[in-house]
């Protein structure tokens, strides 16, 4: 740690990007979730940007432009100051982190469905949000015409159905609110009541990399992320490189990129086909894809979030939901009594160990993968 | 002017306070001003317009701000409290506590540069009710007196990881000083003391939950409605429904919120039925086809022209006053608040749509009363307002301890300045005699 004392320097301690690069980035630790982009651009300092999957210096000369504030190196997911007060905060006691109920639930929805990924639930959950005007806007992962995942800040909840289902690969879900002070206005002129655009409320939806940035920013209270009301984090193995996964999905399934419908991950890799086709592959025959920092990573199902949700440990046409807050309690418990989400109800022989069974299945999946 | 031997002490910054601290100082005695917000004004620089003449509340106050802050008699001590108190009548001595402002007063030049480049965003501005959000390096209103921006030690993230000093950086006078500390301040040689800390409202201690405050977003205080009305207010006085931004058309004001009942505060609040009234008439002013209802108990108009303010509103402004008990609020699909009332004249329990409501909240003895009193060893009423007696209004239970204004019971703004002064002539008896 480096200390600045000359008389007219603050006292503090001193971290760039450069820290960043040093530390994260150049080890190929980094995640790619675009908050230290978004935060610095959000800043007008014009000084880094994403290349692919990582953050650089715009040019030479920006790296002589740093601030030297240090908010992208303490925000970053993959660094260690400010987890312990993340831990504190969010009551995490072991690698699970908290959880105040765990149960199975899917739609109600027959749209939602349709093309929702296992019980639709996170669908249903943001157009509860939309619909009881408790959120503006939502960050979510599209998709393009190649199956490539493209994060995006909607506004409306139309375009909700069109980032329903997930994508196994890198998406930079915090990089979309670099943008948020230029979209901002678009959204007030919608929504007539809100006069001040630092009150808007975005729900956020990623991998637990991600929502684990956005609760670091959110711990200090930084833009963007002040606007985040809602954080919900989706179960994640590992994540795939998208042109990596692309290239071993084609070589094995001969289907073309632009010709996936869907892909899902159940203990192994199933893919259909525009055709109708499904294939089958082990999660050890694309581990080639597997960006390096998954394999560094010790969450699965996101400690740091208000409800956790993903598709493990579901019965068919389910999705597993972890309520981690108070937050995530109530609006889950008003979407099931409002009737758009229903549970699953556990075969009486079960009820006694089902709970444990699926953390137990949760705290292996966390081992084997810490293990590899 | 010959020296006098002793000082006055005047505690709390709102126009009670101003009042008394500038009638002191005009005549030669100097003057120590204590307020625990960062800047001075109090409630009245939060209002839209004063009745019964609706002045512009901050039009009529700024020139005694800044006559305050520039008063060569006048010390003020903002972000400050009053912790010890020793010493008796004509003679006492008085330590402060001034918290930290982390801004060089004599430097900054209220520019905001700071503020623009802090990366911290969404901290609730007390000034605006809570309406608006500012960064964690604010100024409380743009013409704030002292005009020097704070930084929010809660919020600011160099004091709490020694990270970013952005506005370190970015202040081109250097006015930034995060080494500033709390500091203790002893001031001997204090003739006597002012009390004049004012007052809180209900809503600071009771969430209201009956009349669906916070849960319906067109139930608002009388408070948040002077912010809303106000042209220096969020929606820069166009008046909106926080819901979806459509102009009211039909208001009712609610009286003797939390006031006047066995269950909350057993006195009446006594401004209540006057400010309805003014909102009510500057809610039409903005919009001539408004309808307004003002549901009370009983109508309380005993001041200087109050009467005929209140016959105004009737004949002029559209107001209707129902007298009436409120059974409950509810709200349709479109978030319009359904008020069911029960009018006393018939006895009949009625209802009535309205686009917004507007609570007249209760006035209650200001946060930290028990410990001031407790600091500087006065009594207390049964309603924990400073006790005073009928025929000596001005005067505490301690000898040389005077108060003004709200602190000791409700009043309005013209009664507030009346015995501002007479509180201040007392105090100058003795220090001028001393």
Known sequence: MEIANSKDELEKEVKTFKDLEDQVVSINNCCACGACVAYCELQEFNIIEMEGYNPKFKSEKNAENCKECGVCFYICPQTIPLLDALNGIHNVKDELGNIMDLFACRTTDAVIKEVGQDGGTVSTILRYLFDTNNIDGAIVSECDENFQPIPKLIYNKEDLLKSSGTRYSISSNILPLKDFYNIAPEIITKQKRIFDVDQLRIAFVGTPCQCRAINKMKLLNVKPAHVISIVISLFCFENFDYSKLMELLKSKTNVDPSNIKKTQIKKNFFLTSKAGEQFELTLTELNDAVRNHCHECDEFTGKFSDISIGGSGAPAGYSMVIIRTEKGQKLMDSLLSEGNIEKYHIPSEQISDWKPKKINLFRRMISRKTNK | ????????????????????????????????????????????????????????????????????????????????????????????????????????????????????????????????????????????????????????????????????????????????????????????????????????????????????????????????????????????????????????????????????????????????????????????????????????????????????????????????????????????????????????????????????????????????????????GIELNEYNFIKTKPFYPMETSKEGIFTCGCVHEPMDIPRSVAEASSAAAKVAEIIKEG
């Open chain 2, 1 to 376: 002017m010959e020296e006098n031997s002793k000082n006055a002490l005047v505690i709390g910054g709102g126009i009670a306070g101003i009042q008394a601290a500038l009638d002191l100082a005009d005549i030669g005695i100097k003057v120590h001003l204590v307020e625990k917000k960062p800047c001075i004004g109090g409630k009245m620089a939060q209002l839209d317009k004063t009745f019964p003449t609706l002045d512009c509340s901050i039009c009529i106050l700024a020139p005694k701000l800044s006559e305050c802050y520039r008063h060569r008699n006048i010390t003020l001590y903002t972000l400050s409290e009053v912790q010890k108190v020793n010493g008796s009548n004509g003679n006492f001595s008085v330590e402060i506590l001034k918290h930290a402002r982390y801004v060089k007063e004599e430097e900054c030049t209220n520019c905001g540069d700071c503020a623009r480049i802090c990366p911290v965003r969404g901290v609730s501005n007390y000034f605006d009710a809570d309406l608006m959000t500012q960064a964690a390096v604010y100024i409380p209103f743009p013409s704030a007196v002292p005009p020097v921006y704070l930084v929010d030690r809660e919020m600011c993230v160099y004091l709490k990881y020694k990270i970013c000093g952005l506005c370190y950086e970015a202040c081109e006078r250097k006015a930034m000083d995060f080494t500033q500390k709390d500091e203790i301040i002893t001031l001997d040689n204090i003739g006597s003391i002012i009390v004049a800390t004012g007052y809180n409202l209900i809503e600071d201690i009771d969430p209201l939950k009956k009349y669906g405050y916070k849960r319906y977003k067109n139930v608002v205080t009388a408070l948040e409605f002077e912010r809303l009305i106000s042209a220096s207010g969020p929606q820069e006085g166009h008046l909106k429904r926080l819901s979806d931004g459509k102009e009211p058309t039909k208001i009712a004001f609610l009286q003797c919120i939390g006031s006047r009942t066995d269950r909350g505060q057993k006195y009446c609040s006594s401004i209540c039925c006057m400010y309805s009234t003014k909102e009510a008439m500057i809610a039409h002013e903005h919009n001539n086809e408004l309808e307004s209802y003002v549901f009370y108990i009983d109508m309380r108009a005993g001041g200087k022209g109050f009467q005929q303010f209140i016959n105004r509103g009737k004949n002029e402004y559209n107001i209707k006053y129902i007298k009436s008990k409120i059974a409950e609020i509810k709200i349709d699909d479109e978030e319009n608040p359904i008020i069911i009332y029960d009018e006393v004249n018939t006895s009949e329990i009625k209802q009535l749509k309205v686009d917004l409501v507007v609570l007249a909240t209760c006035i209650i003895p200001p946060e930290g009363i028990d410990s001031l009193a407790n600091v500087l």
